[in-house]
């Protein structure tokens, strides 16, 4: 598990962690990455990141950041049982701003342990990189704000993210997305180069893939991209017998029927011709995508049953 956080000084970081909340004797120091903003007269901030190894399956771990001798409240996660037919559930969202009210009840489900994992398709905050010019956040910077609204859910179930056009910044690094979020089998901060990854949750084969490649000046990406989709899903094929499923996640579709001019309205959607045939090619049992927001669709409610199919059980 990695556990993530920012302090507005530079600091000596760890994170002290245990099977209670009085029996926290494992520590593990963070690295540090320095984050500046896109105007030059704000400091910067200092993120953290701390990876927790050892852990046991099935089991309830408490933990605590400390930075110089300042000690965070005591958090607790929840690791994913060994046992192999069980099925995770997850809250999939993507395209939130720091003014929705649906963060709040989002949080309040996700602290009863109804999810093992959140899965967050793109578009964060609306800009990450931005500071906020009037009303309630004033002065702030959109990240901050964004990172504080989820930070109750992001503290106790694992935040599994993609990236979305939101994050691509006017300069195309993706530097606040990059540095504010890390996932498994990339670097971090997470690079231009690989800003995808794939991971096994349970009965499911979970790949996060950039729809923003198709999208960039710079079109080393698709191929880098497309080289690695197709080596990561011949390999999850040959694991079908114990991860049956197959699930992608990324921001922009290749399809939609919203009444407006973008990419997926076109019959030569980049994202379709980029990764359509592969997706067909290798059997990815779901594609899940954000980006189209309409009203009625933003009520949309999804259950997807994951139980493992009868050839498998
Ligand atoms: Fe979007």
Redesign the pocket.
Known sequence: MVVMWTTPGQCESQVWYGPGPWDMTEKVHATKVTLSYLEPTKAPKYIYRALLNNLKPGKTYYYMPASNDVYNEPLYFKTPPADPSWSPEFLIY??IGIHSKSLALLAQEAMHGKYDAVLYI??FGYNLYDSVPDGQYMGENVCDIFMRQIEEIASHVPYMTAP???EIEPSEDFKQYGVRFSMPNTDWPIPLTKMWYSLEIGPVHLISYSSEVFFLQDKRYIEAQRQWLTADLEAANKNRPSTPWIIALG??PMYCFNNNSDDCKKNDSLVRLGLEDMFFKYGVDLVIQ????WDMLNYGYLKVNLELPATYR
Do not use: F, L, M, S
């Not at 954000?290 to 927001?293: D, K, Q, T």
């Open positions: 993507g395209d793109g578009d979305g056009n939101h921001h922009r954000a980006h189209e927001h």
